[in-house]
Structures are given as C-alpha cells and as structure tokens.
C-alpha cells in the first residue's frame, strides 16, 4: 500500500531561488535576538548573585544591540526579540547594581565593624551567636 504524493505548493520566492542556488532557501534566523532573550531572562533571575546579573546582564545588552542591527539592516528578523532581550539585559544589569550597592554598605557599616569584633572576641558559639542577633538587631534600626 503506497502513500499518495501531493504535489507541494510553491512559495513566491521559491523558484527564482531555486532556479539560481538548485536548492531551496535556507531558512533565515536571528542567533543574536534569541541569545540575547536568553540571556536576558537569566539575568533577571540571576541578579542577586551580581556576577550572575552583570555579566549576563551586558552579554544580554550587546547581544540584543547586534541583534536589533542586523534586524534593521533587513538581514534577520526578530528585530523585538533582540529588543526584549537587551530590556532584559539591562533590568539584570541594574538589579546587580542596587544588590552590589546595598551589599557594599552593609559591609563598611559601623554595625558591620562592631559584629567583626564580636566574633573575634567569641570564645564559644553562644558568644557568636549573640553577636548574630545584635548585628541583625542593629540592621533592622
């Protein structure tokens, strides 16, 4: 028992490209849009780690701007997956910068100082331990 073949409709552009390469067009893609989507989500989820969000962050941002070129250039498309993904990029990169910020205060803080001496001053872990609380007694004030 055999499979009737239908005969494939052809495309507008099919023939002209078929007639000059003898094979069918290679379909067109855009690397750049979608590693930068992927990027750029991974640098959304991965802020709090700073090297996470940074550098996947402005991977995210160069990939998308290539993208986003090479869409305009009218040589790839997915001109807004490139966009979305260099948004993306850049929220990562921002996220990173606030945790880095924050994470620098807190270690040149004077409570910071004060639990340092604490725990070297500790002979036992009670003594450490009440120098944990006191440290994050003094960050909630």
């Not at 989500?41 to 993208?67: D, E, H, K, R, Y």
Request: hydrophobic residues 45%.
């Amino acid at each position: 028992m055999s499979i009737p073949s239908y005969p494939q409709q052809p495309n507008a552009d099919q023939p002209q490209y078929e007639a000059r390469y003898g094979a069918p067009e290679p379909a067109r893609s855009n690397g750049f849009a979608v590693t930068a989507l992927v990027l750029g989500l991974l640098a959304c989820l991965f802020f709090w780690t700073v090297v996470g969000g940074l550098l996947l962050g402005l991977l995210a941002l160069v990939f998308g701007i290539l993208g986003a070129l090479r869409a305009r250039q009218g040589r790839a498309p997915r001109r807004v997956m490139a966009i979305v993904g260099a948004v993306l990029g850049v929220l990562g990169l921002i996220g990173s910068v606030i945790v880095l910020i924050v994470g620098i205060s807190v270690f040149n803080s004077d409570s910071f100082k004060n639990l340092e001496d604490c725990m070297q001053s500790a002979n036992s872990q009670a003594e450490e331990d009440r120098c944990a609380d006191e440290f994050g007694k003094d960050l909630s004030n």
